[in-house]
T-cell receptor, first 114, second 116 residues
Framework: DSGVTQTPKHLITATGQRVTLRCSPR?????VYWYQQSLDQGLQFLIQ???????AKGNILERFSAQQFPDLHSELNLSSLELGDSALYFC?????????????FGPGTRLTVL | AQSVTQLDSQVPVFEEAPVELRCNYS??????LFWYVQYPNQGLQLLLK??????LVKGINGFEAEFNKSQTSFHLRKPSVHISDTAEYFC??????????????FGSGTQLTVLP
């Protein structure tokens, strides 16, 4: 158990809908990263937050957005869903106390868009 | 930008045999290197990481990896595999940075299947 929690574990929805994925980082970790794992694209970095502020952006679609709240949990919002958005979405957390910090991954949310 | 190439998408090996999973990277800046393992229906677990110092890094579950700067490689090895090592293995890099943006760039993964 990495200490990172993600809910829900599975999500099935229809095209055009909007969903919210939630991540709680390990106790004491200030930074949250979101990654997408799909068959086509592999594991890709989407976005990073540090103590409530966006710090880095990767291959994140404009239909996707994220935020980190004062209690440090993060939410990834996916809207106008398409079939191709079906994937495993992971979050990872780290304290960033030093440059050698490890990222610890949650169990993921499997999104299926029908 | 960084990129990671895992040369083998699938590696079948018999139980108790040695295994090597290959990883090459490309980067214009210095990087840290990682190997993660993903068991079926689970998240990613860190196996080992190279930050600096000795180029031979030992990790969990008997795995080790060797950093070769001249060949830009970070191959993962285990002298004797078990059925329980069946999983997908990902090589990843992140640039060495004093800033807070330290996202990982992953390879495409290698499925290790250990056969009885």
């Amino acid at each position: 158990d990495s200490g990172v929690t993600q809910t829900p574990k599975h999500l099935i929805t229809a095209t055009g809908q909007r969903v919210t994925l939630r991540c709680s980082p390990r106790s004491g970790d200030l930074s949250v990263y979101w990654y997408q794992q799909s068959l086509d694209q592999g594991l890709q970095f989407l976005i990073q937050y540090y103590n409530g502020e966006e710090r880095a952006k990767g291959n994140i679609l404009e239909r996707f957005s994220a935020q980190q709240f004062p209690d440090l949990h993060s939410e990834l919002n996916l809207s106008s869903l398409e079939l191709g958005d079906s994937a495993l979405y992971f979050c990872a957390s780290t304290s960033l106390a030093s440059s050698t910090d490890t990222q610890y991954f949650g169990p993921g949310t499997r999104l299926t868009v029908l | 930008a960084q990129s990671v190439t895992q040369l083998d998408s699938q590696v079948p090996v018999f139980e108790e045999a040695p295994v090597e999973l290959r990883c090459n990277y490309s980067s214009s800046v210095s990087v840290y290197l990682f190997w993660y393992v993903q068991y079926p229906n689970q998240g990613l677990q860190l196996l080992l990481k190279y930050l600096s110092g000795s180029t031979l890094v030992k990790g969990i579950n008997g795995f080790e990896a060797e950093f070769n700067k001249s060949q830009t490689s970070f191959h993962l090895r285990k002298p004797s595999v078990h059925i329980s090592d069946t999983a997908e293995y990902f090589c990843a890099v992140t640039k060495i940075s004093s800033g807070s943006a330290r996202q990982l760039t992953f390879g495409s993964g290698t499925q290790l299947t250990v056969l009885p």
